[in-house]
């Protein structure tokens, strides 16, 4: 595609285009074959759903979702807006509402338990319903829910957990876990009126309240061993060393559990790579301390990227003929966001398309119900009357009319990015905007930029994909996926001998889902 540059009239730049978008034909044409595919759709795919992946991008909010869509083009050497990125590709898109029971701004916890758990829950807990109160010991017991993850593995299904956080952050904790509180990581990081109570830790509970998850890949390698415990990867820092007050080693109990089950453990991505799937049938890898760097920062020799741990864990899940249940959280879009930089998280969000991307080639959309969405958003935006084509990093092609200051098109609502230089803003043409960790200005200033509570987008295909149509409660999400792979509380619609999961209408089902 050749581009051509024309001059606007109200903005002294160059913006480009092609010589074909000049032609009414290009966007007619365009617009008729998106209706002809459209078309298709009228056929609704009513299969039965073997296989279930969930891509979680934490933070991904809608204007990430575009912003990340124009840098993939970007770095594609395109425009940009025109791209299309895998999730973009999905026939059914819908909305969720993302607040959580106490919060109308949400966190990653309360609404992982919605979207995997298929409840609504406080902020700050996992696996537990609203009944439980965050950081109360004593309210866990009999307040516990089960997961997707669960069900799917109750069914005979193989499962798995791929993220770039520590693999008992909130997102996957969520999957496994009964916990009052998301920062119980190990029992170092919990009071000892929680521990005398009998509640558990995270990464305690990853290995003993599903013992045979298949596949769990990510990082928090130092919750898992005895305090003081040298990391094998970085011995002489003293922060990843391990943490563990109870002396136990949980890779090594769990290597121990699984030896003779074809099980592997790994810590790089030589390991990693190095494995023939075929020969695994239980795999942990965990590649750092705690995070995975950013995908900007990442040694490519040493860490995987979230694109390879996807595939690896796609390879051996795909072996059991019952099918499987894949988690993959891009857990570190949400980070960039909360430290103001906007071009790691962008580029977390690109790498993430990526990974779906890859599952797109390795799975089939007759049997595999696949579904792209967020936690939650940020305050987190871009916009100026920049011009097409303009670098999503770069400026707004006007200045200020207040102070006379150039300033970026991605801004933020709050956040570290808020600077004053001698009690005006910064002059952002003096600084380089467009490194890897600039901070984006932000018009009130936090250690740590927010949340958003605008609903978030969810991107659908495969079985009954359509179910995820107009605007739903999030946790609605798991409901459709155990509905679709016959698995869960739904199942009398599963007993079609053809194959098809047939759609009768749920009887005795009140609107709102209570029991009578």
Not at 496 to 510: E, I, Q, R, T
Request: net charge negative; with cysteine; proline share 4%.
């Amino acid at each position: 595609m050749s581009w051509s540059f024309g001059l606007s009239s109200n903005q002294n730049c160059l913006f480009p285009y092609t010589e074909q978008e000049k032609d009414p034909k290009y966007w007619n044409t365009w617009a008729q074959q998106t209706l002809k595919n459209a078309l298709t759709l009228q056929n609704l795919n009513k299969n039965k759903a073997k296989n279930l992946i969930l891509f979680l991008g934490d933070g991904m909010g809608v204007p990430t979702v575009t912003a990340a869509r124009i840098l993939k083009g970007q770095l594609n050497g395109q425009s940009g807006e025109e791209t299309q990125l895998e999730m973009d590709k999905f026939p059914f898109v819908s909305l969720a509402k993302t607040y959580n029971t106490n919060a109308q701004v949400p966190d990653s916890a309360g609404t992982a338990t919605a979207y995997l758990c298929g409840v609504k829950a406080n902020e700050g807990t996992v696996g537990v319903s609203a009944a439980a109160v965050r950081s109360q010991c004593n309210s866990t017991q009999g307040n516990e829910v089960t997961s997707i993850l669960r069900w799917a593995k109750e069914a005979g299904k193989s499962v798995g957990i791929v993220t770039t956080t520590r693999v008992n952050h909130a997102t996957p904790s969520a999957a496994y876990a009964h916990s009052v509180d998301r920062d119980w990581y190990s029992d170092n990081e919990m009071p000892a009126e929680a521990l005398k109570g009998g509640c558990k830790d995270i990464a305690r509970q990853l290995f003993e309240n599903i013992p045979n998850i298949d596949v769990i890949l990510g990082g928090g390698r130092k919750y898992m061993f005895p305090k003081n415990t040298s990391d094998v990867e970085y011995p002489d820092v003293l922060k990843h060393s391990g943490t563990r007050n109870d002396g136990r080693n949980l890779v090594q109990e769990w290597t121990d559990r699984v030896k003779d089950k074809k099980g592997h453990y790994v810590w790089n991505k030589k390991q990693l790579l190095s494995l023939n799937p075929n020969s695994v049938d239980y795999l942990l890898g965990l590649f750092e301390p705690m995070d995975l760097p950013y995908d900007l920062e990442r040694n490519s020799n040493t860490d995987p990227s979230l694109t390879e741990m996807v595939d690896v864990a796609i390879k051996i899940l795909k072996k059991n003929p019952s099918g499987f249940y894949l988690l993959v959280e891009g857990g570190r879009i949400d980070h960039g966001h909360h430290e103001g930089k906007a071009k790691q998280a962008l580029h977390e969000a690109v790498e993430m398309d990526r990974a779906i991307g890859r599952a797109d080639l390795m799975t089939s959309v007759h049997d595999t119900l696949t579904i792209v969405t967020a936690d939650h958003s940020h305050v987190f935006n871009f916009g100026g009357y920049t011009v097409r084509g303009n670098t999503i990093f770069g400026l707004a092609p006007m200045l200020s009319d207040i102070d006379q200051k150039p300033f970026t098109s991605i801004i933020y609502g709050n956040g570290p990015g808020y600077k004053l230089v001698n009690g005006v803003r910064e002059n952002v043409s003096t600084i380089d905007y467009q490194d890897n960790n600039y901070q984006a200005q932000a018009a009130v200033p936090l250690s740590m930029e927010t949340h958003g509570g605008e609903d978030v987008a969810v991107f659908a295909k495969g079985p009954l994909a359509h179910l995820l149509h107009g605007v739903h409660e999030q946790n609605y999400i798991p409901h459709v996926m155990a509905y679709a792979a016959c698995i869960g509380q739904n199942r009398e619609h599963c007993m079609s001998s053809n194959g098809s999961a047939d759609l009768p209408l749920l009887l005795n089902v009140n609107p709102l889902g209570l029991n009578s």
